[in-house]
């Protein structure tokens, strides 16, 4: 459920939890993003840094500049009065992928769990438009949403201590895309070749909260001699 007004969370002396909602959501993860984009152009004063979730912003601050209850009354005022016309129009980013043998070690399994052909589980998954609905766990690992309900799948139950750079994957409702090599439990069906995190590129992610993201299949050939599109 979306909250009418902001539910505050003190983190500390110099951090406040803004909740927004009960539950994964495109709705109230659009309100995140809302009041994201709201702070972010006011910059009011004392505020150091935000950090946008599925449901709640984090807001860090220096206490020596604006108290607790001084930031609850400037974020409810900010969120009282948002203007929804200086929100960005979502972007779309297609991003290309092998799917199963050595690049998606987890595509048969997944196949098998739900009495699908591996094709098909493909089929699903580049299927829909996802919402980024955060950047986390690692530099620029987008945690997207929502799979159809036909691969829902649960996380591996021995996560790997190695998951390489640009695998796909899966677990619960979500997909992801690893940025760097770490270890990871998700279910890996698949390889892209896009770099989601370069320290060197400005910015150095990739996506950001609120991007849309399509995937569409390419072979590993195609993975060799594919470049990004910077245009």
Request: proline letters at 10%; one cysteine or more.
């Given at each position: 459920m979306r909250y009418n007004q902001p539910k505050f969370r003190s983190m500390g002396d110099r951090s406040l939890l803004v909740?927004?909602?009960d539950e994964i959501s495109p709705d109230i993860n659009q309100a995140v993003q809302e009041l994201f984009v709201g702070?972010?152009?006011?910059?009011?004063?004392?505020i150091l840094e935000l950090v946008?979730?599925?449901?709640?912003?984090?807001?860090?601050?220096?206490?020596?500049?604006v108290t607790p209850a001084e930031l609850e009354q400037i974020i409810v005022e900010i969120h009282d009065n948002l203007d929804r016309?200086?929100?960005p129009e979502p972007r779309?980013?297609?991003?290309?992928?092998?799917?199963?043998?050595?690049?998606?070690?987890?595509?048969?399994?997944?196949?098998?769990?739900?009495?699908?052909?591996?094709?098909?589980?493909?089929?699903?998954?580049?299927?829909?438009?996802?919402?980024?609905?955060?950047?986390?766990?690692?530099?620029?690992?987008p945690y997207l949403g929502e799979l159809?309900?036909?691969?829902?799948?649960?996380?591996?139950?021995?996560?790997?201590?190695?998951?390489?750079?640009?695998?796909?994957?899966?677990?619960?409702?979500?997909?992801?895309?690893?940025?760097?090599?770490?270890p990871g439990g998700w279910q890996i069906i698949g390889?892209?070749?896009?770099?989601?995190?370069?320290p060197e590129r400005n910015p150095p992610s990739l996506l950001v909260m609120g991007d849309r993201v399509?995937?569409?299949?390419?072979?590993?050939?195609?993975?060799?001699?594919?470049?990004?599109d910077l245009s």
């Amino acid at each position: 459920m979306r909250y009418n007004q902001p539910k505050f969370r003190s983190m500390g002396d110099r951090s406040l939890l803004v909740e927004l909602g009960d539950e994964i959501s495109p709705d109230i993860n659009q309100a995140v993003q809302e009041l994201f984009v709201g702070l972010d152009l006011e910059q009011p004063r004392g505020i150091l840094e935000l950090v946008p979730s599925y449901r709640s912003l984090l807001v860090i601050c220096d206490p020596l500049i604006v108290t607790p209850a001084e930031l609850e009354q400037i974020i409810v005022e900010i969120h009282d009065n948002l203007d929804r016309s200086q929100l960005p129009e979502p972007r779309t980013v297609k991003i290309p992928v092998v799917y199963g043998d050595d690049c998606g070690p987890d595509l048969v399994d997944v196949a098998r769990y739900h009495n699908l052909t591996p094709e098909e589980v493909i089929g699903f998954h580049s299927q829909p438009t996802y919402r980024v609905y955060m950047i986390g766990f690692t530099p620029g690992y987008p945690y997207l949403g929502e799979l159809p309900d036909a691969i829902v799948t649960p996380r591996r139950n021995t996560p790997r201590t190695r998951v390489p750079r640009g695998s796909v994957g899966i677990a619960q409702k979500q997909s992801g895309i690893y940025s760097v090599d770490s270890p990871g439990g998700w279910q890996i069906i698949g390889w892209t070749p896009a770099h989601l995190f370069d320290p060197e590129r400005n910015p150095p992610s990739l996506l950001v909260m609120g991007d849309r993201v399509q995937f569409y299949e390419i072979s590993a050939e195609e993975a060799d001699q594919w470049q990004p599109d910077l245009s």
